[in-house]
């Protein structure tokens, strides 16, 4: 890893995550440009390291809190109550070079061209889908299809792992969405339709998973003497002289340290980047005035915007011969997308997926899940600063729900998926189907273990033997377990149930959002640019001014390859 040799550098990119990654390989690629990356969490610099890491299984990564921030907690449902961090659960957020790429779902899709359509409509120019297209071109290096969507050159592979991943329990869905007149898409990532499809990944010719730090961060990359990579690095606050940023102050252990640069570039992601926005006096100022911290610049925006894709699911109990077979492997195979028809919502607005694991242990071997979730939500939260501990983790609250068209359309996907596993051929794979999710105590095995792995294989063989007597059982193992068709058959009931047990998909987006001249609460410009201030550019989720029909990954990474562009013009 080089250290640039300079007291100042063209850029310091905090956050090392999907966005900095891609912003520190391709700005570097002028060599008179000097690009110093600092990341949070540690370093991951092959996958022959970090084999958990590379698992096409991705609760491998996702549940070693090695990877992911401790303390943060985010409130989902909306209350309505003053206080709605009382109510806040875990929200896993990663920490480690590479971000959200390399602990993830693995899913890498795009969303609809109206999500991008509809930002240039919004007065961002330069962010439609006709121009964001050759930057998901250029990203991705496509091992399955060769048109005009695709491409064939970039750093980052996306794949589709074909029918080796099927179940019998995904045959039975399949069969049951053939039968209902579902057509079967080529390509999730083609023409925007209504259908069934294999999900797009983001792994290699071997079957693993590559991250943003593997595909970009190459080692011939990493040789580059104008690029440092400093990591297990934090950031406390950004310097700004004159309405201008001049640097940070970088955090390793207990050391502190000022480090110049002519451009900082936040990409610390839509929860983090806001914070530390507002820890540097950016931000609203009568939020930042009870916080005890000066305001530098008032922006009221910052913080606001908070979206993310509300979602419930079902959990199908397998039969032994429907389970996935040897260690874990990829467990969303298919994706299946759907619209609402709710007055105002787009094409292809609800996103729908067969699982066919819960958790990497015998115990979730046994378990499926039908996961569902509004894909385009209209409703909007916050981020704010605890006021008792501003440099402690941010008050996430996400009020989901609140607008109720996403409500009305999460309850419509429960009893679309409870008629989908109604039907009787379900039976000869499934033993029941319940709602709910895991539990606290199923959240204590989470990362993997001999420990964990013993205990669940005795728990397995009990499940297994005790037979319809676990209807007993899955009201502990499960949260909010209820009877999924009881809650069908009664709408006010699903309406209430829905509203208190609404979780999210780890999509955070939006604090930070692009918008044109004159809008108030925009918070940078199309070229992520933090207005009036000089030298301040956000390039994270945070710049989404709506959340679009898709993982936020792959839209994440696209956005970072503009911007980059952008600054290197």
């Not at 104008?226 to 950031?235: A, D, Q, W």
């Not at 539990?439 to 033997?465: C, H, W, Y």
């Amino acid at each position: 890893m080089n250290a640039v040799a300079s007291n100042r550098v063209d850029y310091i990119i905090v956050g090392g995550g999907s966005a900095g990654c891609v912003l520190a390989s391709r700005l570097t690629e002028d060599p008179a440009v000097r690009v110093i990356l600092l990341e949070a969490g540690i370093d991951a610099p092959t996958p022959e390291q970090f084999p958990d890491l590379a698992n096409p299984y991705p609760g491998v990564a996702y549940s070693n809190p090695t990877y992911t921030w401790s303390g943060l907690k985010a409130s989902f449902p909306y209350t309505g109550s003053n206080r709605p961090e009382a109510k806040a659960a875990r929200y896993e957020q990663a920490k480690v070079l590479g971000g959200g790429s390399a602990i993830n779902g693995i899913g890498a899709n795009r969303g609809g061209p109206h999500d991008y359509d509809e930002w240039g409509e919004m007065g961002v120019e330069g962010w439609s889908w006709a121009e964001c297209l050759p930057y998901f071109r250029k990203l991705e290096r496509d091992l399955d299809i060769d048109d005009e969507f695709h491409g064939k050159t970039g750093p980052f592979p996306i794949r589709r792992r074909g029918e080796v991943l099927w179940t019998p329990f995904t045959r039975a869905m399949l069969a049951i969405c053939e039968k209902r007149g579902i057509p079967f898409l080529p390509d999730q990532n083609g023409a925007w339709q209504e259908g069934i499809f294999e999900m797009a990944v983001n792994m290699d010719e071997k079957a693993r998973r590559v991250s943003t730090a593997w595909a970009y961060l190459t080692p011939d990359v990493r040789r580059r003497p104008n690029l440092e990579i400093r990591t297990e690095t934090t950031v406390s606050r950004i310097l700004i002289e004159g309405g201008r940023a001049t640097g940070v102050v970088a955090v390793r252990g207990s050391a502190h340290e000022a480090l110049s640069a002519a451009r900082v570039v936040l990409s610390a992601g839509a929860l983090a980047t806001p914070a530390i926005l507002m820890r540097s006096g950016v931000g609203p100022a009568t939020h930042l005035v009870d916080c005890g911290i000066n305001v530098v610049h008032d922006l009221p925006g910052i913080g606001q915007n908070l979206m993310e894709h509300p979602s419930a699911g079902l959990v199908p109990y397998l039969k032994p011969s429907a389970r996935q077979k040897g260690v874990p492997d990829y467990h969303i195979p298919i994706g299946y997308r759907f619209s609402s028809g709710v007055e105002g919502c787009p094409e292809g607005d609800m996103h729908m997926n067969f699982v066919t694991r819960a958790a990497w242990h015998s115990v979730g071997r046994q378990l499926g899940s039908v996961f569902f979730w509004v894909n385009k939500s209209y409703s909007r939260g916050q981020l704010l600063l605890d006021p008792t501990a501003p440099d402690g983790p941010p008050r996430i609250d996400f009020r989901m729900l609140s607008d109720r068209r996403d409500l009305i359309r999460l309850a419509d996907a429960f009893e679309r998926a409870v008629r989908l596993t109604s039907d009787p051929s379900l039976g000869s794979v499934v033993s029941g189907v319940y709602a709910g999710g895991m539990s606290e105590i199923g959240k204590r095995f989470s990362k993997p273990s001999r420990l964990g792995a013993v205990v669940t294989a005795v728990g397995a063989v009990g499940l297994d033997a005790i037979g319809s007597l676990r209807e007993k059982v899955f009201p502990f193992m499960l949260s909010n377990y209820d009877d999924p068709k009881r809650l069908a058959g009664n709408r006010a009931d699903l309406e209430a149930y829905i509203a208190d047990t609404v979780g999210g998909v780890w999509h955070p987006s939006g604090t930070c959002r692009m918008g044109a001249t004159g809008d108030r609460m925009a918070v940078t410009d199309n070229r992520g640019k933090v207005r009036g201030l000089d030298g301040l550019y956000v390039c994270d989720a945070s710049l989404m001014p709506t959340i679009p029909c898709a993982n936020t990954n792959v839209p994440t990474i696209m956005m970072a390859e503009k911007i980059a562009d952008g600054l290197k013009r």
